[in-house]
């Protein structure tokens, strides 16, 4: 027991001698512990921001988009319903019969031209 309490007082000497070292390392430590940490949730904090930022201008963006979209699809369908007003038979039958001055036929008007065989021969390869 004598030897450990020789030793202890020997470290308690040694730290009282050394205590004004360790108290300017201890007081720093604390100081720059916490200008660390106050840095640390600054930097944080503009991280946040800057995320936030970032997403709602993608947000953004990406509802520009989807109505772009929806405006693309509706003019596509008035295309597409416009193509088949113009593409109807009945109105190119009137037109034909206006601009054209055409007509239908009947059978007995219809004449039909048979190929000759040199006409044929062409034809087939």
């Known amino acids: 027991m004598a030897k450990r309490t020789a030793k202890t007082k020997a470290k308690t000497s040694e730290t009282n001698r050394l205590w004004p070292f360790y108290s300017l390392v201890a007081v720093f430590a604390r100081r720059f512990g916490l200008l660390l940490l106050g840095g640390l949730v ?9 995320q936030t930022h970032q997403y709602r201008m993608a947000t953004s963006e ?64």
């Open 42 to 50: 600054v930097y944080s904090a503009i991280l946040v921001a800057s």
């Open 62 to 125: 990406y509802n520009r988009l989807q109505d772009e979209q929806s405006a693309l699809d509706l003019n596509w369908q008035k295309l597409r319903l416009e193509q088949s007003a113009l593409a109807e038979h009945s109105r190119i039958e009137k037109l034909a019969e206006k601009k054209l001055q055409m007509k239908h036929l009947d059978k007995k008007s219809e004449v039909l031209i048979e190929a000759s065989a040199s006409d044929k021969a062409r034809v087939e390869p």
